[in-house]
């Protein structure tokens, strides 16, 4: 079992930043590919971001291309979503997400491709 935990949500102005972690536990994350989703009210979850196994592979949402991060420290069970240049439109809940997988390069963007998530952490971006 894996266990995430968010953190590093909050309230910050358009054009401002925030850095998300999400710490893992239970096992650890080396043999898992991990994601960034976030759900605004009203609205269904979205793919964000995804780092494979091995880290080498990256992947974000147009909406965000150039301007978040993902990263991940595996000897530390920590992945982490720095989010730069913040529009009011990037406002919601973010969640972290495991997938089990053997390949090193994986990626996965559909939520149902991922058996752990987080409880989520509120980012809201004012105008």
């Known amino acids: 079992q894996l266990q995430l935990v968010e953190s590093g949500g909050g309230l910050v102005q358009a054009g401002g930043s925030l850095r998300l972690s999400c710490a893992a536990s239970?096992?650890?994350?080396?043999?898992?590919?991990m994601g960034w989703f976030r759900q605004a009210p009203g609205k269904e979850r979205e793919f964000v971001a995804a780092i494979s196994w091995s880290g080498s592979r990256l992947s974000y949402a147009d909406s965000v291309k150039g301007r978040f991060t993902i990263s991940r420290a595996n000897a530390k069970n920590m992945v982490h979503l720095q989010m730069n240049s913040l529009k009011p439109e990037d406002t919601a809940v973010y969640y972290c997400?495991?997938?089990?997988?053997?390949?090193?390069?994986?990626?996965?963007?559909?939520?149902?491709?991922?058996?752990?998530w987080g409880q989520g952490t509120q980012v809201t971006v004012s105008s």
């Open positions: 239970g096992v650890t994350t080396s043999n898992y590919a």
């Open positions: 997400a495991g997938k089990p997988t053997i390949s090193f390069s994986g990626l996965y963007y559909n939520p149902i491709d991922y058996g752990y």
